[in-house]
């Protein structure tokens, strides 16, 4: 704010300014994004260690900066309404202290609004260099920027979705990639990706591309973004973010569906950092243990072999009910209500709070109030939490006006129920949930979150891999035909005997038992309806998966073996591993496993998938999979590690 409007206002409050930084935050950001370019420009874009301390400078300083004015400019105008308003009443002349203010908020947004020109300069300079690190952290910042957090600076949230989104998994540019199979078809797929009003003659005519790129801007009006990105998801999709920032000070979450204005919640993790770790530990000590179960079932008796693997499988139920409670909290709201019908009286409701609490868009209390109906029940810390991301300035009021229109919408969970059930065809009465997960969270099991387990949930690289997915329309694969490697090096012959007479019940399926197959049969297989490998691993050590950059898949995988759909860590790149492989390769949907699994409760859970397919019955690979968990005799220690990447295949 001008040293004049800072003065003035505190000379008519009691707000004091004798802590504010010397620079303002536009000081501080031409600084940092000035020194970046230039250094980059001096000493080279590839330098790794000079791209990462400069974004280390940068989104850390800028950030911090933003957020302690915020803050404080939110004090200042709660201390100058509190001060003029206990003597007043509403039809008073409004006081000079509360003009003052108000217009040291307006000189600070518009200070904002350059440190978002000069992150998203700052950006574009990343993106150029090729550093997906230091995009991704920008990014992350751009996202802070414009959450409702920042109010009275805060935009739409499709704007920060749009930002978090493009901080998360691979960019449109792979995505088209990937689905043109040639790299001399990259242009032409970007070109379709592209959304800018002043590009309507490059060739989409479906206008069904997104791009979250700064060579294609942002979609700044609200409703093109839910035009061109929310109404191309099926009515009952939605899709999940979680998003862990690198400087571990922000949890972000968002939900984006059909017909709606996205939602995004922001958590610090100061108030639950200490639990986070403990939870982080824990997870790396279960997975030991897991391996060391595994390890001992040549030496243990079989019932204290048994006693030992139920003992994890109930630490890790236990884990995940921890993990939804301390990581997602109030978050959680998203995750019960993205797939579930929103009625019109909760819609009037969350528009009448919009309104009364002067909202950018009514979405976040959409999403509480339907989770309401869907029976979602908040801890008072919880709410209190809610109520903050709601309106940072009066959560007292909101936590009013929550509690009232919770009242009035509690009851509509029958008709609701009611009116679920009247749909007719399998494919309107389940909901999906699609999870893009950084790498902070690719090696959790998130898919089986107790709000989670009993909804069909896939997971997916991006957004935009999404949507040029989802351009394809729903996706069919005949049961009655496939290719499957049962065994290949020969020492599993118990999965030899439980797999085989299912497969032999599946007419027009043909494979390998016992033995490797060719590189020629290995093709042929993943050219067929379905692709079963059952077997050590993903299978990488008969056919390597870089022989699918130069192949188009068409089989649905599913690899039951050990670890097969663990990613990687690659760096400042995106988590690699042989189940995106084939997913990139252009396979619709990948089935594979987070961690290492024993080979009978994988076997039960293959099985009971295999069963199901020699029914007449239209069924989707996600309910099938969501069922087959529960076949396990350790439902969560084995049937929580087979998880989906890629669509809801239909059979």
């Not at 009448?352 to 989770?371: D, H, M, N, R, V």
């Not at 035909?481 to 399926?509: C, H, K, M, Y």
């Not at 594979?592 to 009971?608: E, H, P, S, Y």
Request: proline share 5%; with cysteine; glycine share 4%.
């Amino acid at each position: 704010a001008p040293a004049s409007a800072s003065a003035s206002t505190a000379a008519a409050t009691t707000t004091t300014t004798s802590n504010a930084p010397t620079l303002t935050i536009v000081d501080i950001a031409t600084l940092k994004v000035t020194e970046l370019k230039q250094q980059l420009e001096q000493r080279g874009l590839s330098n790794k260690g000079l791209k990462q301390a400069l974004v280390d400078r940068l989104t850390k300083a800028v950030v911090e900066e933003v957020e302690t004015s915020a803050r404080r400019e939110t004090q200042k105008k709660a201390v100058s309404v509190n001060s003029t308003s206990s003597n007043r009443t509403s039809s008073d002349v409004t006081a000079p202290s509360t003009i003052l203010a108000q217009a040291s908020a307006a000189s600070q947004e518009e200070d904002l609004e350059q440190v978002r020109q000069y992150l998203q300069s700052a950006y574009a300079q990343a993106r150029l260099a090729s550093c997906p690190l230091v995009h991704r952290r920008i990014a992350l910042a751009l996202t802070q920027t414009h959450t409702v957090m920042m109010r009275p600076y805060s935009t739409h949230p499709s704007i920060a979705v749009q930002y978090l989104h493009a901080a998360l998994g691979i960019g449109p540019t792979r995505a088209a990639a990937c689905y043109t199979g040639r790299a001399e078809d990259i242009d032409s797929a970007i070109a379709r990706l592209k959304l800018d009003d002043d590009e309507e003659d490059d060739g989409d005519a479906d206008g069904k591309g997104v791009s979250l790129s700064p060579d294609a801007g942002v979609i700044l009006d609200p409703a093109a973004f839910r035009a061109k990105v929310c109404n191309q998801l099926p009515i009952n999709f939605a899709v999940i973010s979680l998003s862990h920032d690198d400087d571990n000070k922000r949890l972000l979450f968002s939900c984006v569906r059909r017909g709606c204005d996205p939602c995004i919640i922001e958590r610090s993790t100061e108030t639950i950092g200490s639990a986070l770790s403990s939870l982080q530990s824990e997870y790396t000590t279960l997975m030991a243990a897991n391996k060391e179960s595994i390890a001992a079932a040549a030496t243990l008796a079989p019932a204290d072999w048994w006693a030992r693997r139920y003992a994890i499988d109930k630490q890790l139920d236990a884990w995940l009910q921890r993990f939804e409670t301390v990581v997602l909290g109030p978050a959680r709201i998203l995750t019960i209500a993205a797939t579930a019908p929103v009625p019109a009286a909760v819609e009037e409701e969350a528009n009448l709070i919009a309104s009364t609490l002067a909202l950018p868009s009514p979405a976040l209390p959409i999403a509480f109030l339907t989770a309401i109906v869907a029976g979602c029940e908040l801890t008072e810390a919880e709410l209190a939490e809610l109520c903050v991301q709601l309106c940072p300035d009066d959560s007292g009021r909101a936590r009013a006006l929550l509690a009232k229109a919770a009242l009035k919408v509690e009851f509509l969970s029958h008709d609701v129920e009611a009116s679920t059930k009247k749909k007719s065809t399998a494919r309107e009465k389940e909901p999906v949930c699609c999870l893009i997960l950084d790498r902070h969270f690719t090696q959790y099991p998130i898919d089986s979150l107790p709000s989670l387990r009993r909804k069909s949930v896939c997971r997916m690289p991006s957004l935009a891999f999404l949507l040029e997915a989802l351009k394809k329309g729903p996706v069919r694969r005949s049961r009655e035909s496939g290719f499957f490697v049962l065994d290949p090096e020969d020492n599993l012959s118990a999965t030899q005997e439980r797999i085989q007479p299912a497969i032999e019940g599946l007419p027009g399926w043909q494979g390998v038992t016992g033995a490797v197959p060719t590189e020629e049969q290995w093709l042929s297989g993943l050219h067929d309806e379905w692709f079963l490998f059952c077997g050590h691993g993903s299978g990488d050590k008969f056919f390597s998966t870089e022989r699918l950059h130069t192949q188009r898949v068409r089989a649905a995988v599913m690899l039951m073996g050990c670890s097969s759909g663990r990613l990687r860590d690659a760096g400042e790149y995106d988590p690699l591993g042989p189940a995106l492989a084939y997913l990139f390769a252009g396979s619709p949907a990948v089935v594979a496993n987070l961690w290492d699994v024993t080979d009978g409760d994988l076997d039960r859970f293959c099985l009971q998938i295999l069963k199901a397919w020699q029914s007449p019955n239209e069924e989707s690979l996600l309910s099938l999979v969501s069922a087959a968990r529960t076949a396990c005799r350790t439902p969560f220690l084995v049937g929580a590690a087979p998880v989906v990447y890629g669509l809801p295949v239909w059979l």
